[in-house]
């Protein structure tokens, strides 16, 4: 398990040294400037020159790459020649945009992000479970077809299009839901009244929903595919001929069984979450990573958007992790061998 | 009265192709102590009519007729809660396969006292005490340890050796043992079938063991059901069956089988193969592969006789009896003669 | 050493008639079992095959047994050079092939065949048995399309099925047709030798009874050899000249078939004849098997000396767990790997556990 454990991460560093360098390299190719963006009106060749120096952009890729990295790094060489403490926090740069430090922007925004994915992680298996399941039991009925045509359209509609209905039906039409806008869970920014649980809760329910129904469409698919096969299984048969009831035959034997390949999806949807959700913060207004990359994007702003590439693949590459312990946790063939 | 009465067995499968018939009209009964072969090639309807007994097909898409008295009670008409109570406590049963039949996710432990706390009011460590006791009983070594395994730690052997454990922890009355040794090796069938032996010289239950290896039944079973496409063609005692047998197919049966006790230079085959059950021939079943065929074969389909001279020997066939003793003894003949010279 | 002396039991007991087609010698093949987080570390092999030697003559048949996990279907494999071996060599028809190329093995593939257990899964589903059958023909490049055509509907009248099936799909054929047109593939291109790897294992007995009259037809009128790969005692006794019993990955006893069936050398090998159920109920309950204990030991870590020495009833402590045995001559060409051979054959359950003579002198 150690071994195992010990080449994922060596994957993981090789992975996020992939993820960096393109991301670098692509910034590079594309013909665009921040500096125009810094000076704004003033497009002189002096200004240019002194926001490319000011900015570091006057220095070759692999330097710029290097100070990138070593910023990362949590030990501080320079500090351990002047007598500092060696230890510092790993830190993603400063924007080119606002100048504001790249780890607070990612601060602000993962948790609006977090709160997105995770609850609608949540919402999908709170759909897709128990429709799964019913259909597998009664194949070709009406609730089976039901669910079927809501695969389709679930599979087939874009988020984006899924969300300016819903924010055009429920919030512009019928006013049960807020127009967008997002709410911290814990306090309330200063001068707004929005915040709390509650009001968290109910601005981010039709975002939930909207970022949930692709995955529950294809959730619901599979676990009907899996709950089916693992009734057609010769164990449960066995069960049935112990004499055991539908229900504790359900429950013990046929459940947990169908369950464990979702637990690996999910590990994996969840990482493929994070891509989706700049659809839905987008549409919906929400101040996370999805809404921010995409301004940095706009702006030529390097240091944010290579901030949360690097803070993305080190979140999907730690969630996997979680995931395949988790599953060597459920599943005692996996955790034996 | 028999400790199974099953009468008039039908069992038919809806498919989008038409209505398989499964289970076609099968009687036979069993006493306690006694052991009935089922015989038969695949498709022949002898799983089939297990599950049936068991309530173990699926309920959508199926057509079940007849009766099967357990202990004067028809399994097929009482409850679903009665027949769970008398599932895997009075009647228990043995699968083909025992690389698939346990659950991989749970502990063999568990598997086993989830049988008992199903169907006795004892404590989970008495449950567990009992489940220990039949590991040892059915020769796993070191039961102590293993029962916190999983079925994947064990070999194909000792899972079938669980699953047998599984079956006689309630003590029941019949035992159902559905192609028990055909996934194993031979030296490991030996231990099993040697195993079951003497657990029923032990508990005293009834086995109805299904198999397509005649050496299984000739060995293991007093009484025989021979079963083609659907039908019982022939039944009796085993000595009669393999002494005198009296219907074409299963002179077909013995003569298609290679054995250590007699030389044979050539296999008498059975040309053709099984017919579909959606849609069985006409008359007789077998007509169609049957050497001997007659007019009336293809008409009239043959009711199970009494064979003259045996007693409850039945077989299903045209033919009239002198052919057929001449047949069978040609048979077995053939291959005495011919082990001699082997 | 162990294993030299082997070859050399082989080399003395075998009677060199000159028209062997296939010789095997010290045939090995281990698979690695690597550790290691970036680079791989061998740390150990299942030795699946370990040192086998055997040959077979023109136009017989060689049965190997064994139960599952003997190594006798990656040993087939080795032979036909889809697994490279680890050691050993193979001689067919008179050339070395071990060591030959993809290229050099090409022209050789068409003279050695093989038919596999499972007659579905070894047909591909989207291909018409037209074109199964002719695809090796089409391969080695053997005749125009007019000619192939015709062959294949030769091979298939040949084999028992309606040349007119040509045009339809593997899932139209039950069970039994489908090995048919197994074997009719592996006949298109005139081989010399078809290894059979449990053709009848999957069949019922009936159709299983169709096939094995099927081979032997073949056999007598082509000329052809096999080696034919089975766990059923019953079968490879009808269809074998020779017979090779295989344990852990080695040879345990082998010889001619009515010598095997009816004095078997090695416990192993007895305790295999007194497992299989005799269809006969006064017969059959009069036998009484060897239960041999336990089961087969993972070949990743053979038990030391004699491989069947933790089963076997005769074992004695200090010899068959310290020195392994050779394969000791019996006469005839008859070889057991075994210090305490049976003495005659059947035994009592007490003579099988007391070995009455002394080890046989080395």
Known sequence: MIRYLIRRL??????????????????????????????????????LEQAHHFLGLDRPVYVQYGKFFGRLLPFDFNGLAHGHSPIKMPSLGISFANRQQVNSIVGGAAPVTASLVFGGAVTWLLISIPIGILSALRPRSLLDRGAMMFVLIGISAHPVWIGLIFLYLFAFKVHIFPLGEYCNMINPPVGTSCGGPVQWFYHLILPWITFAILFAALYVRMIRANVIETLNEDYVRTARAKGAPESKVMRSHVLRNAMLPVVTMLGMDIALGLGGAIFTENVYDLPGLGRVLR?????????????????????IIAFNLIVDLLYAAIDPRIRLS | MALLDVRDLKTYFKTDDGIVKAVDGVTFSIEKGRTLGIVGESGSGKSVTCLTIMGLNAKRNTITTGEALFKEQDLLGMGMRRLRQIRGNDIAMIFQDPMTSLNPVH????????????????????????????????????????????????????????????????????????????ALDVTTQAQILNLMNKLQEEFGSAIIIITHD?????????????????????QG???????????????????????????TERLVQITGQPPSLLRPPSGCRFHPRCPYVMDVCKQTDPPLKPVTGDIDHYAACHLDEETKDREATKLLAGMVAEARTG | ???????????????????????????????????GIIFQKEIASVKAVDGVSFSVREGETLGVVGESGCGKSTMAR???????????????????ITKLSRAAMRPIRREMMMIFQDPYASLNPRKRVGFIVAEALEVHKMGTDAETKRRVQELLEVVGLNPEHYNRFPHEFSGGQRQRIGVARALAVNPKLIVCDEPVSALDVSVQAQILNLLKDLQRDFGLTY??????????????????????????????????????????????????????????????????????????????????????PRFREGHCDVEEPPLYPMGDGHLAKCHYPLEHWPLTEEEFRQPGRQAVAT
């Open chain 1, 10 to 47: 060596l994957w993981a560093l090789v992975l996020f040294f992939a993820v960096t360098v393109v991301t670098y390299v692509i910034f590079f190719l594309i013909p665009a400037d921040p500096a125009q963006r810094a000076c704004g009106q003033l497009q002189t060749q002096q200004c």
């Open chain 2, 214 to 234: 005649l050496g299984v039944v000739a060995e293991t079973a007093d009484d025989v059901l021979v079963m083609y496409a659907a039908e019982v063609v022939e």
């Open chain 3, 227 to 312: 080696v034919f790969i089975a766990h059923d005692l019953n079968v490879v006794r009808h269809i074998s000249d020779r017979v090779m019993v295989m344990y852990l990955g080695q040879v345990s006893e082998l010889a001619d078939r009515v010598t095997l069936y009816r004095e078997p050398k090695h416990p192993y090998t007895g305790a295999l004849l007194s497992a299989v159920p005799i269809p006969d109920p006064v017969k059959g309950r009069e036998r009484k098997p060897v239960v041999l204990e336990g089961d087969v030991p993972s070949p990743l870590n053979p038990p030391s000396a004699c491989r069947f020495h933790p089963r076997c």
């Open chain 2, 107 to 182: 502990k063999i432990g568990n598997q086993l006292t989830e049988a008992v706390l199903l169907h006795q009011d004892v404590t989970k460590k008495q449950a567990r005490a009992r489940a220990l006791e039949l590991l040892k009983a059915v020769g796993i070594p070191r039961a102590e340890r293993r029962v916190d395994d999983y079925p994947h730690q064990f070999s194909g052997g000792m899972r079938q050796r669980v699953m047998i454990a599984m079956a006689l922890i309630n003590d029941p009355d019949l035992l159902i043992a559905d192609e028990p040794t055909t």
């Open chain 2, 237 to 263: 005692p085993v000595n009669q069956i393999f002494s005198r047998p009296h219907m074409p197919y299963t002179w077909g049966l013995l003569g298609s089988l290679p054995r250590l006790d007699a030389e």
């Open chain 1, 295 to 315: 301004l940095s994007l706009d702006n030529f702003d390097l240091p944010t958007t290579q901030g949360i590439v690097v803070f993305g693949t080190v979140a």
């Open chain 3, 1 to 35: 050493m162990a294993v030299s002396t082997d070859a050399q039991a082989t080399e003395q007991a075998r009677p060199r008639t000159g028209n062997e087609l296939l010789i095997v010698e010290d045939l090995k093949k281990h698979f690695p079992v690597t550790r």
């Open chain 3, 78 to 96: 080795c032979v036909m050079r889809l697994l490279e071996p680890t050691g050993g060599q193979i001689i067919f028809d008179g050339r070395d």
